[in-house]
């Protein structure tokens, strides 16, 4: 953790060793929130859109997992309606 003493203007200088490990650079854009008597800067990435692909991947995509879900549901379904079949047909 490092300090800053905040200028005139409300600037403040982040350290070195922090700007160094998250890649901060003149120019780099940062986002700027508060909370529970916080305020938290956050590095804003360069393309939102890249730094967002493939969060969502996982073992087995949903899709296919979806899929087996149903697949597994319409079989116990078949069999039951099966089991009913073949009691109606025997008179029970």
Known sequence: ??????????????????????GIKPGSIMEITEGDDRIILKLTPKDPIETAMGMLKGDISLTKELLQTRHEEQKAEEEKATRLFDRKSKGE
């Open 1 to 22: 953790m490092g300090r800053a003493k905040v200028s005139p203007k409300g600037q403040i200088v982040i350290p070195a060793p922090i700007r160094k490990k998250y």
